[in-house]
C-alpha cells in the first residue's frame, strides 16, 4: 500500500544542482546524508509539511539564526520547514532530526521535539508521507482503520514509535 525507497531514489526525485557544490565549510553538520543532499541538490518539498532547503536558504535561515539566537544555534542546524511555518532541524551533537512548532514563539531548546531519527531516515519518513498522501488523494472508498494501521506499522519500521512522535495526523 505504501511504500519506502532507498535515499538515492529517494533523491533523485529533487532537483539537482546544476554543479554539485564541495566547499561546506560553512555548515555545522557531520550528517553524511544531509552533506549528499545539500551538496547535489536545490530545496526539495517532499510533502507541504516537509521542506528541506537548498544550501543558499539553509546558510540564511541559520545566519538569521545565529545572530538573533546565538545559544539556539550553538545546538541545532535548521533544514528545512513545513507550509504552515514550523520547522525541521538537526541536533548538531546527535544529529537527530528535531522539529519546532512556531506557535511556541521564541526558540527554547527545550521545546524542540527529538524525531529521533537522522536526515536519511527522515527522508524516507517524507516519501512515506508522499506515499500515503497519493493514496489519500487516488482513493475516495478505504478502510481509515486498515490504512492507517498499515500506515503507523511502515513509520514505526524507520523508527519506533515514529508515528506517535510525528506533530501531524494525516489519516
Avoid at 115 to 127: A, Q, S
Avoid at 147 to 156: A, D, I, L, P, S
Amino acid at each position: 500500500m505504501f511504500k519506502t525507497k532507498e535515499i538515492e531514489n529517494i533523491l533523485d526525485t529533487c532537483e539537482k544542482r546544476e554543479h554539485a557544490l564541495s566547499n561546506l565549510s560553512k555548515l555545522s553538520i557531520e550528517d553524511t546524508d544531509y552533506l549528499l543532499f545539500i551538496s547535489k541538490y536545490k530545496d526539495c518539498e517532499i510533502t507541504p509539511d516537509i521542506r528541506i532547503f537548498g544550501y543558499e536558504e539553509a546558510l540564511n535561515a541559520n545566519n538569521y539564526i545565529t545572530k538573533e539566537y546565538p545559544e539556539t544555534a550553538e545546538s541545532v542546524w535548521q533544514i528545512g520547514n513545513t507550509g504552515i511555518g514550523d520547522q525541521w532541524f538537526i541536533d548538531k551533537k546527535t544529529q537527530s532530526v528535531l522539529f519546532y512548532d512556531h506557535d511556541q514563539g521564541e526558540y527554547d531548546n527545550s521545546e524542540f521535539i527529538d524525531m529521533e531519527i537522522k536526515f536519511y531516515d527522515f527522508v524516507k519518513m517524507g516519501f512515506l508521507l508522499r506515499s500515503l498522501e497519493d493514496f489519500l488523494d487516488d482513493n475516495t472508498s478505504y478502510d481509515t482503520d486498515i490504512v492507517e494501521k498499515e500506515f503507523r506499522t511502515r513509520m514505526n519500521k524507520i523508527s519506533p514509535e515514529l508515528y506517535e512522535k510525528y506533530p501531524y495526523n494525516w489519516i
